[in-house]
């Protein structure tokens, strides 16, 4: 359990990491705390979506499926206890009360390795939803990231949008003040008024 822990926090930070690579443009752009609020929220979507839940909750399940098979080597002791109340139409007797109970003590000696390949199967199958794990957490990782990068992208792009925006306005005052001194052109001040 500790292990796939384990495992799994690499898998998340490794992913976040490739991701952070692809994406420099965030660090370039003097952003230093990009990288880290980044694996933040890539730690609380995998912590928190539903669909790496159910993943690991699968997993669970099949760690469990092979503890079970593997009780197929083990003793087995069955309990049985009956107790009937039988009404006859014939002997002396007419009521007959009959209690039995039972204890059997079995170990499996040779099943025709049914179980060692029940434990091996059920083995296959933990192996599988692990790797079905690895692959929604690195998805949703991606998800992630992209989001995130996208945001990053659509805030620099409105930063930069703001400046050019201010810069328009201060050629556009250069230009009507020029024109209003009588050192600019009429022509100049219609066109970047449009």
């Known amino acids: 359990m500790k292990f796939i822990k384990t495992v799994l926090s690499k898998v998340v930070i490794g992913t976040a990491g490739a991701v952070l690579a692809h994406g420099a443009f965030a660090q370039t752009s003097g952003e230093g705390s990009a990288s880290a609020s980044l694996e933040s929220y890539v730690r609380k979507v995998v912590n928190q979506n539903p669909e790496v839940q159910a993943s690991w909750r699968q997993l669970q399940v099949a760690m469990s499926d092979v503890d079970i098979a593997r009780g197929g080597f083990r003793p087995q002791v069955d309990v049985l206890a009956t107790s009937a109340y039988t009404d006859r139409n014939y002997g002396l007797d007419r009521e007959y009360m009959g209690h039995t109970a039972e204890i059997a003590l079995t170990q499996m000696l040779?099943?025709?390795f049914l179980t060692s390949s029940e434990v091996k199967r059920f083995k296959q199958a933990q192996v599988v939803r692990y790797f079905e794990l690895l692959g929604e957490v690195e998805q949703k990782s991606l998800d992630t990231a992209l989001a995130y990068m996208d945001v990053q992208l659509f805030r620099e792009l409105?930063?930069?949008a703001e400046e050019n925006l201010i810069t328009?306005?201060?050629v556009f005052k250069q230009?009507?003040?020029?024109?209003?001194?009588?050192l600019g052109r009429r022509a100049d001040l219609e066109q970047i008024s449009g």
């Open 110 to 112: 040779y099943d025709g």
């Open 158 to 160: 409105l930063r930069l």
């Open 168 to 170: 328009h306005v201060d």
């Open 175 to 182: 230009i009507e003040e020029s024109v209003e001194v009588g």
